[in-house]
């Protein structure tokens, strides 16, 4: 992708855990940001020549042989650096300073106090300030050249600086909320040393992309797998307005979608729709239901609807022949996580966004790669798709397959569309806020209960919702109880087969989020 913007900051990733935020805060202050590997090149960083150089946290003791490192020439380069956490620990070790285990790990929220409060770096902030301190190693003395700005009891060299060749460091971590005046010392050190101008919108990214798109892609012809989850439907929209007719979506409609999922779909991406592309709808659900009978193990049920959907997708593509690019929704937070590839698999991750090379084509266009979601929901309210799809929660590749405990049947799917559709509703219209995710599955549970004067022996549907910032761990939402009842009481009237309602208050760890 061509890169958006002339005036960037770049961040090395040392393999923290909140790398992504940083980027994410910068853009916040309008300037354009990008993460690479810490082991990108002096030659490549020259080349992008960005107007500043963050260093991230990383989980390792710099003085190890094995640990992530960079050149000592990087800061020498003329660009301000910032370093965090072990990013300002390198800093230290690489220009002679000395770190060391600290006495007591500091973690958790931390009272710094700033002794020069005429830094740049500190400009605006109190005097006393409260940081979040993540460490167990801690620059014990500030190499030559640099001044101590900021300590607290156990840390002498909370952050340290040499104005002179503009290279910063600070122990906690600014771009986290816990630290409560992080974001005005990022901006600090975007705009007051680094001399940013903040010219970068959304709305920027989004007709670079376009114009970016338009010129690598020609006359050529594209292909896109569309889920109508944000990320494909913002890849797809930007591509429609790069190239028009040239680019075809395939939307496999497994019969596993939420309630009415399909045609909110179609109703944006058809022929009726505001967007001048190739939209092929399969109604699939047959083949699905089959392949899926009988099936009870979730990761089975994940591998068949998984392959029944590349082969689905290969049949149509097959029809449209040869195309030159292949879309994909990928973003930012997908790049990082095939990359580490060394974690246990809890599950095997299907996602219509991301295909094989299976289908004839030439390259991948994936022109959403350097975003956060709430970013990309941003892109997509800048091109004008529709709230409901651009603020749609996550939702999995296999989809309700995997909210069915058990096999999956027609019945239980219109089981859990409609029980899910009423749990939705409630909770959205309650106003709750802060949820990262909620749905109703269903259990293989049936129970015996009474209704009228009748016995019935039927199943329990499991509400949950999560709150949770990375979806790597989440907690279950203390949902207000008048909406949890009303929900129960809804679901139970209107949704035929169901006479129990259970709320799920499991948190991930033990769990996952997904209910399957
Ligand atoms: P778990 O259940 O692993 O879910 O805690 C974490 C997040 O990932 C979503 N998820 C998926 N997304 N394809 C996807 O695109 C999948 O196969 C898949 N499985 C889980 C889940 O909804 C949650 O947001």
């Given at each position: 992708m061509n890169r958006p913007a002339k005036e960037m900051i770049l961040v090395l990733d040392?393999?923290?855990?909140y790398n992504q935020l940083i980027a994410r805060r910068v853009r916040e202050e309008h300037v354009y940001c990008e993460v690479h590997p810490h082991t990108l090149s002096l030659e490549k960083i020259r080349e992008m020549a960005p107007k500043g150089i963050i260093l991230t946290g990383g989980p390792n003791s710099v003085y190890k042989s094995e640990s992530a490192t960079c050149s000592p020439e990087l800061f020498k380069l003329g660009i301000p650096v910032l370093g965090i956490c072990y990013g300002s620990q390198l800093m230290a070790h690489l220009l002679g300073g000395k770190v060391d285990t600290a006495p007591t790990s500091e973690y958790g929220k931390t009272e710094v106090q700033v002794d020069k409060s005429a830094s740049k770096l500190f400009h605006e902030v109190e005097g006393t300030t409260v940081c979040w301190m993540s460490h167990t190693d801690y620059i014990a003395a500030a190499p030559a050249g640099f001044e101590v700005t900021a300590h607290t009891p156990v840390c002498p060299v909370a952050a340290m600086e040499n104005e002179a060749e503009k290279l910063y460091a600070v122990q906690f971590h600014p771009e986290v909320m816990h630290t409560v005046q992080g974001k005005v010392m990022l901006k600090n050190f975007v705009?007051?040393?680094?001399?940013?101008?903040?010219?970068?919108q959304m709305g920027s990214f989004v007709q670079e992309t376009i114009a970016g798109l338009k010129e690598k892609i020609g006359a050529g012809r594209a292909l896109c797998a569309l889920s109508g989850g944000v990320d494909s439907s913002v890849a797809a929209v930007l591509m429609s307005k790069a190239i028009g007719k040239q680019l075809t979506c395939v939307f496999v409609?497994?019969?596993?979608?939420?309630?009415?999922e399909g045609d909110q779909v179609e109703a944006v991406f058809g022929p009726n729709g505001p967007y001048d592309v190739n939209f092929i709808r399969v109604n699939a659900r047959d083949r699905f239901y089959a392949r899926l009978?009988?099936?009870?193990e979730p990761e089975e049920k994940r591998k068949i609807i998984g392959e029944e959907f590349i082969r689905v997708f290969e049949e149509e593509a097959k029809k449209i022949g040869t195309v030159d690019f292949l879309v994909q929704g990928t973003i930012y937070p997908d790049v990082i996580e095939s990359g580490l590839g060394n974690s246990a698999t809890i599950k095997s991750h299907h996602n219509v966004g991301g295909l094989p090379?299976?289908?004839?084509?030439?390259e991948i266009v994936e022109?959403?790669?350097?975003?956060?979601k709430d970013e990309v929901r941003t892109a997509g309210r800048e091109l004008g798709i529709p709230e409901y799809l651009v603020s749609r929660q996550p939702f999995p590749g296999p989809g309700l397959g995997i909210r069915i405990i058990g096999d999956v049947t027609e019945e239980k799917v219109k089981i859990v569309q409609e029980a899910d559709a009423i749990y939705r509703e409630e909770v959205d219209k309650a106003g709750v806020k802060g949820l990262g995710q909620y749905f109703a599955a269903l259990t293989n549970m049936r129970s015996v209960g009474v209704m009228g004067d009748g016995r019935t022996y039927d199943y329990a549907i499991a509400l949950r919702a999560v709150m949770t910032s990375d979806f790597m761990t989440a907690e279950s939402a203390q949902l207000p109880w008048e909406v949890l009842q009303k929900v129960t009481s809804r679901i139970v009237n209107e949704v035929k087969g169901v006479n129990r309602v259970l709320y799920d208050c499991t948190g991930k760890p033990p769990a996952t989020i997904e209910f399957e």
């Open positions: 040392f393999g923290g855990q705009y007051e040393v680094c001399g940013c101008s903040g010219s970068w409609d497994h019969g596993l979608l939420r309630k009415d009978k009988g099936v009870t090379d299976y289908v004839d084509f030439k022109p959403l790669r350097l975003l956060f």
